[in-house]
């Protein structure tokens, strides 16, 4: 069909016209109507006060027709402004057309009123004793007055109201010649007009500045209410948009740690089964296999912790708590986990002033400190690594040097920087080429969590320096005196000849490399991957005390390592057991309850000489 032939379409209705907003000087205009009205009962007592007063003084001495006329136009005048006052009352938020009719029929019985009065004073001078005409003329007068509240901001109204009761009045006592005095108290009253309106029009400016202001101050509430409105809704937007910000940031992170959780799961199984192919084999070429497996692993390992650390960085996730740290504790657990390695490449690895103590979040300085002599280590190929301790002007200054490559000088104001790796002027080795660039960034924004200003020096071919500038502390309680099986150093060597391991792993790979791998350093095995297969091991007569738990922290159906240390160590409560939990969450949280439940904790992937470290510790064992 063509054009011609479709239905025409209805015109489309403009939008309604939104209700125009009134002006200032409307809105001062209708708040003067209304204060007219506000203003009405009292003048209704007033004038039902001056009727009552005016039949008491003059019903005995006016002709009965005279007064009883004039009091019954009074009260019926006074009974229509009742009715045009309760009228207003029954409609108070009427619109402005209806409150200026209202107004027009407002100002004709005032106008009544005042003609009323002043034909009192011409129906009732010269009545009685001159106290009668003080009388009326006093309470005729105070309805003038009166007026200049009521009447002020309507100035024709109250002019005309005034002259309605004055000019008769003044007029009435001037023409009066049966009083000497006459002309004199009709000059006192003319001056008297002159006065009150005088009065009128300064009250009326006072009133109009005050009602001016009222009407500024509501148009300032208004617009106050409708930016507090909109504030309120742009900040519940922004709660909002904060809250969601906040979900994603902790998904992202429970997201990674989840998935950091299960690849380092079979990392761990890779590393412990190339350790027990190390220990099978003698051939040259698997030893090397088995190194760069387990580089590898350990570079792997490292991606994992550097990036789940800037993201628990970035979300806030980290929190800081200060205590007192021994520099002997702290340099025995770096001690503990790096001198292998050092000394593996041939470096002197030493601990200077282990005597101080620092206020610091102790996890949070092990791991600068732990970044920090790491890298050294990667770093360096001759020499070796120093990590002091040193008090100036009151405070510690923590240090890290090293003799490796160093860093060229352009390059040191760019190595806190995420995702920076310094190009040094020749290629790095294989072992140094490892990480995403964050360990450095990382360190950095701990160091600014702890309040804790950092400084590098560093010259290309003679090392690197990094420092940390701590508040010094209190030395707390005098620690344990160590035990005949304690080492400061840990050898690499280790035989386990006649030890009892009990190792609880859910996952079977990892399970069956940590059973061949202790096994092939002569400890005798017994291996569990749930909690109930613990128990049901201990409710039977084969049961016999571990030398050495080895926990996976998290177990099948919610359960946990701790748990299962807890059942161990209730059935054999006569004797000590040493305890190891392996974990693959790096989210934290684990260090207060490794203190509480007495445990040394490990994260997955952990290679075999990390492995052989902690276990030489927890039992006492040296190269035999």
């Known amino acids: 069909m063509g054009p011609a032939s479709e239905a025409p379409q209805a015109p489309v209705a403009p939008p309604p016209a939104a209700p125009a907003w009134p002006t200032r000087a409307q809105r001062g205009e209708i708040d003067h ?47 229509l402004r009742l009715a045009h006052y309760l009228r207003f009352r029954r409609h108070p938020r009427s619109d402005e057309a209806l409150l200026r009719r209202w107004r027009t029929s407002w100002k004709a019985l005032v106008l009544g009123q005042g003609a009323m009065w002043g034909l009192a004073v011409w129906l009732f001078w010269g009545l009685g004793t001159p106290y009668h005409a003080v009388s009326l003329i006093l309470i005729v007068y105070s309805y003038c007055l009166g007026s200049v ?76 209410r409708a930016e507090t409105a909109q504030a309120d809704e742009a900040r519940r937007a922004a709660e909002e948009a904060r809250r969601v910000a906040e979900a994603a940031s902790r998904a992202k992170t429970q997201f990674f740690a989840a998935a950091s959780h299960d690849l380092r799961q079979p990392l761990h199984a890779m590393g412990l089964f190339a350790e027990t192919l190390r220990q099978r084999s003698h051939d040259p070429e698997v030893a090397s296999l088995v ?11 490292g991606l994992f912790g550097e990036l789940l650390d800037i993201t628990r960085i970035d979300t806030g996730g980290v929190d800081v708590n200060p205590a007192p740290v021994r520099m002997r504790e702290l340099f025995a657990r770096l001690r503990l986990h790096f001198e292998p390695l050092a000394f593996e490449k041939g470096l002197a690895l030493r601990f200077r002033g282990e005597s101080h103590v620092a206020q610091a979040d102790p996890v949070l300085l092990e791991r600068v400190l732990r970044n920090w002599v790491s890298n050294a280590i990667r770093y360096t190929d001759d020499g070796g690594v120093i990590v002091a301790c040193r008090a100036c002007r009151g405070r510690l200054r923590l240090q890290v040097w090293d003799s490796g490559i160093g860093i060229a000088e352009a390059s040191l104001p760019r190595i806190w920087d995420e995702f920076y790796q310094v190009q040094g002027n020749r290629p790095l080795q294989a072992h140094h080429r490892k990480g995403l660039g964050l360990g450095l960034a990382i360190v950095k924004r701990l160091a600014d969590l702890m309040a804790a200003p950092v400084t590098v020096r ?152 990390k492995l052989r470290a902690m276990i030489a510790f927890k039992l006492g064992v040296r190269q035999g």
């Open 33 to 79: 109507i209304r204060a007219l009205y506000v203003q009405t009962p009292a003048t209704l007592t007033g004038n039902l006060a001056g009727l009552l007063l005016m039949g008491l003084i003059f019903v005995p001495l006016a002709p009965r027709p005279q007064v009883g006329g004039w009091l019954l136009a009074g009260a019926l005048l006074w009974l």
């Open 149 to 224: 509240q009521l009447l002020a901001t309507q100035p024709r109204v109250f002019l005309g109201f005034i002259s309605l009761v004055l000019v008769p009045t003044i007029s009435r006592i001037a023409s009066d010649s049966s009083h000497a005095w006459h002309l004199q108290l009709a000059t006192i009253l003319t001056l008297l007009f002159g006065i009150t309106v005088v009065m009128a029009r300064t009250y009326s400016g006072a009133l109009g500045q005050a009602i001016t202001l009222k009407a500024r101050t509501d148009e300032l509430a208004a617009r106050l």
């Open 291 to 301: 190194n760069s497996i387990n580089e590898s692993v350990d570079a792997l390992e």
């Open 458 to 609: 560093s010259r290309l071919g003679r090392g690197t320096v990094f420092e940390l500038e701590l508040p010094a502390g209190r030395a707390p309680r005098a620690p344990p005196e160590p035990g005949p099986g304690d080492s400061a150093r840990v050898p690499l060597g280790l035989t386990l000849q006649g030890r009892l391991i009990l190792v609880v792993e859910d996952e079977a790979a990892v399970r069956e490399g940590l059973v061949v791998l202790l096994q092939a350093w002569g400890a005798d095995v017994v291996a569990f991957d749930t909690l109930e297969a613990v128990e049901g091991w201990l409710a039977s007569p084969v049961a016999t005390p571990p030398d050495l738990l080895l926990v996976d922290y998290r177990l099948p159906q919610g359960r946990t390592g701790i748990e299962a240390l807890t059942a161990l160590r209730r059935h054999w409560q006569s004797r000590p057991l040493p305890a190891i939990l392996v974990t693959g969450s790096t989210l934290g949280g684990h260090e207060a309850e490794a203190e509480t439940h007495d445990y040394h904790l490990l994260i997955k992937p952990v290679l075999p000489n």
